[in-house]
């Protein structure tokens, strides 16, 4: 605990000498701004690169492991179908309350910005495939597992996963050394996380104080209606999550929330729930979540329980249609609902994935896709409120299926 402790001072420490050094280079040397944001920016994509290079052996052997020893397929359709049903619940209940709250609180209507520049928007609306069944399937069903590991594909290691562990624990006795060597190889990993979590303070250090050099601190007066919108949105479904949390996990939510401390920090600070993935998965378990279900549990959520980001998705399409003065009928925007539905299920947890999924659904429903250079300049930092908040859902979802699976048992 005194070392988590530890952590979270040193991440606090970099956060505000990274705001410190980028206000600095900001406003006393502004030319140099975007030269000095590209290197310091190293240290964030340093940071999440290594922790991308765990994810997929630690969610690979994580996950065989938890389905081979719990041996019982009924329970592992038992926690799946639980954990499925709070998914699919959640996103929907954030997709409604983002669609809700820009309707509402219109951020969008009668804007006073300037479309010229769409530049900053091309890359985006490029590399964006339109949404169809066959794209869907080809993003969920791997072809090649060692693809999938290479891309970090969640959603894709996770299916596999879920079938090798079913077969492994189908095999009896012969499984037995595979499951100790995969085990071992888990305990390897979450090893490597305590070295790795050591870089996350220079990693913020140099996400923040890019971000800021280039921005400065005016960022936060642009778009103001469009920031304070999304910030409440956001801290009305905190309060929601919260909420049914406490409902079910009672006073021990508190306990929950300072586990949560540090990946929450690392989470809004990089802007990448992913990055948070090994050290959110060794803090469950010192919390007393059962280790087959976390790691049963908490990589599905990576693929389908992101509600931050569902809730912005609704959010920013619909501040787009606004912005170009589009009208969207209800019945329309239902639609958009449920498209968004399946396009975001396997979205990765890294920065600006979810424009991604803006962007296609966008193109689908007639709102000029190049919009979404309206909200790129000011999407860092609700990045950073939306990648806070898929790491509290998901670890909320966890701890709920575990609460209910130890009262079953």
């Known amino acids: 605990m005194k070392s988590n402790n530890k952590l979270f001072i040193a991440i606090v420490a970099g956060l505000v000498l990274g705001v410190a050094l980028g206000g600095l280079v900001h406003y006393q040397y502004p030319e140099s701004g975007e030269g000095f944001a590209k290197n310091i920016k190293l240290l964030g994509t340093i940071f999440i690169r290594m922790v991308q290079m765990i994810i997929a052996p630690l969610v690979f052997s994580t996950l065989v492991v938890g389905i081979a020893k719990m041996g019982d397929m009924k329970m592992v359709g038992r926690v799946g179908g639980k954990a499925m049903a709070w998914f699919l619940s959640a996103s929907l209940m954030s997709l409604m309350l983002g669609m809700m709250l820009v309707n509402w609180l219109a951020p969008g209507k009668d804007a006073s910005v300037s479309m010229a520049d769409v530049k900053s928007a091309d890359d985006l609306v490029k590399n964006t495939h339109s949404f169809s069944l066959e794209e869907f399937v080809k993003h969920v069903v791997p072809k090649s597992i060692f693809e999938a590991m290479a891309t970090n594909e969640i959603l894709q290691i996770v299916i596999f996963s879920i079938l090798f562990g079913i077969a492994l624990s189908s095999i009896g006795r012969y499984a037995k050394p595979l499951i100790s060597t995969l085990e071992t190889v888990s305990h390897v990993v979450l090893k490597m996380v305590s070295y790795i979590m050591w870089v996350a303070p220079f990693g913020v250090f140099g996400a923040v104080a890019g971000a800021v050099a280039i921005y400065g601190f005016d960022i936060w007066k642009l778009y103001a209606n469009y920031l304070v919108a999304f910030g409440f949105g956001i801290l009305c479904l905190w309060v929601i999550l919260l909420a049914v949390g406490y409902l079910i ?161």
């Open 249 to 409: 996990l009672g006073n021990r939510l508190w306990a929950l929330l300072k586990r949560l401390a540090s990946p929450l920090l690392i989470a809004f600070s990089t802007t990448s729930s992913e990055a948070v993935f090994p050290k959110l998965t060794e803090e469950l378990e010192r919390f007393g979540c059962d280790p087959k279900i976390v790691s049963f549990t908490l990589p599905l959520g990576y693929s389908f329980n992101l509600d931050g980001s569902m809730m912005y998705m609704t959010f920013a399409s619909l501040f787009i249609a606004q912005v170009y003065g589009i009208d969207m009928p209800i019945e329309k925007q239902i639609l958009m609902l449920l498209v968004l539905m399946l396009t975001s299920k396997g979205v990765a947890g890294v920065p600006r994935a979810s424009l991604i999924v803006v962007v296609a659904t966008c193109a689908m429903f007639g709102i000029p896709p190049e919009g979404i250079a309206l909200i790129l300049p000011i999407d860092h930092f609700c990045d950073m409120a939306r990648s806070m908040t898929n790491v509290l859902g998901n670890a909320l979802a966890t701890s709920a299926v575990d609460k209910w699976e130890a009262k079953r048992d």
